[in-house]
């Protein structure tokens, strides 16, 4: 709703259409142009052909929002299911890869493109218990700073953004799954913090995250190409210094302050 109230035609991708059709109503009910469209990030055919879709209804894709992700199992890594732990990289990382792939052509023909991977600080610091997601998010950083690299001088940008602790999706499944953990199970501890993350205010509100993103889409912050960008970061003064950011190569996956997830 945020993009098409900034003039952009919306093209929404789900497994199921179903949950987006509110959005899509909104976004019509407002004046903007939108579609939707179903699809698994991790079907490279389908994808392709969501692609073909999209542009002969509104021509080549000029932004990329790769946000479709899954928490993951949560445990000890040697206690959890290694389907579901593999799945989770599927997900996160493969599906980031099918889609970005499918939609670059386009845009290095054109000389022109933006590309924005929705990804998380537990791909930037220690996440116990969170193994699969954590090193999903991980590798969505490293593969935005290599294919920053890889398409800059075919006028491509590509980030990496934390739109924080979103009360939204994955932060809102760990509060209200219905269930009841353990006492003093890992479960209840990882609820737990979470809890205290809300009741401490270090969460953000699904309007600014999508303001974030809607900031880093506008063109502003191209010269930031490869970094990692947190909400919590002054985007103002990044840009402003993105010569010293490129130059001592800041902003990237390396080891500068150590934040403890949960656990």
Aim: proline share 3%.
């Amino acid at each position: 709703m945020r993009f098409a109230a900034e003039g952009a035609r919306v093209a929404l991708l789900a497994r199921s259409v179903t949950g987006l059709q509110e959005t899509l109503a909104a976004v019509l009910d407002a004046g903007g142009e939108g579609l939707t469209l179903a699809a698994d990030v991790t079907d490279q055919r389908a994808i392709m052909r969501a692609r073909a879709e999209i542009e002969g209804a509104f021509g080549p894709v000029e932004v990329l929002v790769n946000n479709a992700g899954v928490g993951g199992p949560t445990g000890e890594m040697w206690e959890v299911d290694a389907g579901e732990w593999w799945r989770t990289i599927e997900i996160n990382l493969h599906g980031t890869f099918i889609c970005t792939r499918t939609i670059l052509p386009a845009m290095v023909r054109l000389h022109r493109g933006r590309i924005i991977n929705v990804v998380s600080n537990a791909g930037a610091h220690r996440w116990p218990y969170f193994t699969a997601y954590a090193t999903s998010k991980a590798a969505v950083i490293k593969l935005t700073e290599s294919l920053a690299a890889e398409t800059r001088a075919h006028g491509v940008a590509v980030l990496a953004a934390h739109p924080g602790l979103v009360r939204a999706g994955l932060t809102d499944a760990e509060l209200t799954d219905g269930t009841s953990p353990v006492e003093g199970s890992l479960a209840e501890r990882v609820r737990d913090w979470f809890a205290q993350e809300v009741a401490a205010g270090r969460t953000v509100s699904a309007e600014e995250a999508a303001a974030f993103m809607v900031d880093l889409a506008s063109g502003r912050a191209d010269m930031l190409s490869g970094r990692y960008i947190a909400i919590e970061d002054d985007l103002d003064a990044l840009i402003a210094r993105a010569g010293e950011v490129q130059s001592e190569n800041l902003h990237a996956l390396k080891v500068q302050r150590l934040v403890h997830g949960p656990g």
